[in-house]
């Protein structure tokens, strides 16, 4: 059983921005991304990585401003998000899984707690 924890969120002004953290208690997982979810609505894909890096993949909704990365040494995933909106904001869940990599909800077995992100002035 994967263990997540995420880290570094926070309240920002919009055109800020906040890198959020996700340690891993294990060295197997082969793909971690994040998701987010806003008051009153479904869990959606952000961005995905693979174990060593070699692919990644993003939401329209975030690319060129967001940027998903992995530090396999320390079993940690980061999510730098710069130029921040307020349509940026809910609760970010960092997810992992042992075999799969792509933009579904169904297709991790591993999720974090969630932090809040809120971008508001």
């Known amino acids: 059983q994967v263990q997540l924890v995420e880290s570094g969120g926070g309240l920002v002004q919009p055109g800020g921005s906040l890198r959020l953290g996700c340690a891993a208690s294990e060295r197997t997982v082969y793909a971690m991304a994040w998701f987010r979810q806003a008051p009153g609505k479904e869990r959606e894909f952000v961005a995905a990585?693979?174990?060593?890096?070699?692919?990644?993949m993003y939401a329209d909704t975030v690319k060129g401003r967001f940027t998903i990365s992995r530090d396999t040494a320390k079993n940690t995933g980061y999510l730098q998000m710069n130029r921040l909106k307020p349509s940026d904001t809910g609760v970010y869940y960092c997810?992992?899984?042992?075999?799969?990599?792509?933009?579904?909800?169904?297709?991790?077995?591993?999720w974090g707690q969630g932090t809040q992100v809120t971008v508001s002035s």
């Open positions: 997810a992992a899984d042992s075999y799969r990599y792509g933009r579904s909800v169904s297709g991790y077995d591993y």
């Open positions: 990585i693979l174990r060593n890096g070699g692919a990644s």
